[in-house]
């Protein structure tokens, strides 16, 4: 099992331009997540998706779209790229174990500039 | 709101000495608690988790933490550090209806000396 891929792994942005990250998961779960990671400020919650079809805003949506058209994969996209989205992204995905609480697996992350 | 707190930025331990990294979460409920490790360049890792039962768990590469609940804190502990557990050590808690939305705290670099 690959467990979570992510695509690309560096990615150089001018402003305004536009991009989507993908994530792939083998592991047949449910819910995916996006994060970014800046220093100081641990992983903040970008969007998430509880389900094929449905995605839902976290801590820090503003400037971000997501999709999940197949279980398998989660896109994040930037429409117009601001240098305040220089981060790092990951994602993750999650199933609900038999004790009743998610237990998440992360990508590799994708280190995003925009210049 | 929940929240989790990271009081130490960055520690640094000689190799062989003992290892506590401290946590602390602000949540209503009764909480899922995570310790995740990143290497450099790399993703998380999960070292140990709790989500009821006995307050002291063990986890992956000789790392243990403990539940208080009267102190609100889940702190990591590993009693002979290695040159290798180098790295980011971030705590979380797991909050909505399931725990599977995440606060992560803002992490606590570990250096090791030779």
């Known amino acids: 099992n690959a467990g979570v891929t992510q695509t690309p792994k560096f990615r150089v942005l001018k402003t305004g331009q536009s991009m989507t990250l993908l994530c792939a998961q083998d592991m047949n779960h449910e819910y995916m997540y996006w994060y970014r990671q800046d220093p100081g400020m641990g992983l903040r919650l970008i969007h998430y998706s509880v389900g094929e079809g449905t995605t839902a805003k976290g801590e820090v949506p503003d400037g971000y779209n997501v999709s999940r058209l197949k279980k398998q994969n989660f896109l994040l996209g930037l429409e117009s790229a601001a240098p305040s989205q220089t981060s790092v992204y990951f994602c993750?995905?999650?199933?609900?174990?038999?004790?009743?609480?998610?237990?998440?697996?992360f990508g590799p992350g994708t280190r995003l500039t925009v210049t | 709101a929940q929240s989790v707190t990271q009081p130490d930025i960055h520690i640094t331990v000689s190799e062989g000495a003992s290892l506590e990294l401290r946590c602390n979460y602000s949540y209503g409920a009764t909480p899922y608690l995570f310790w995740y490790v990143q290497s450099p360049g790399q993703g998380l890792q999960l070292l140990l988790k709790?989500?009821?039962?006995?307050?002291l768990v063990q986890g992956i590469k000789g790392f243990e933490a403990e539940f208080k609940r009267s102190q609100s804190s889940f702190n990591l502990r590993k009693p002979s550090v290695h040159w290798s557990d180098a790295a980011e050590y971030f705590c979380a808690v797991g909050a909505g209806n399931y725990g599977q939305n995440f606060v992560f705290g803002p992490g606590t670099r570990l250096s090791v000396l030779p």
């Open positions: 709790y989500f009821s039962g006995d307050t």
């Open positions: 993750a995905s999650s199933y609900r174990t038999l004790a009743g609480a998610h237990e998440q697996y």
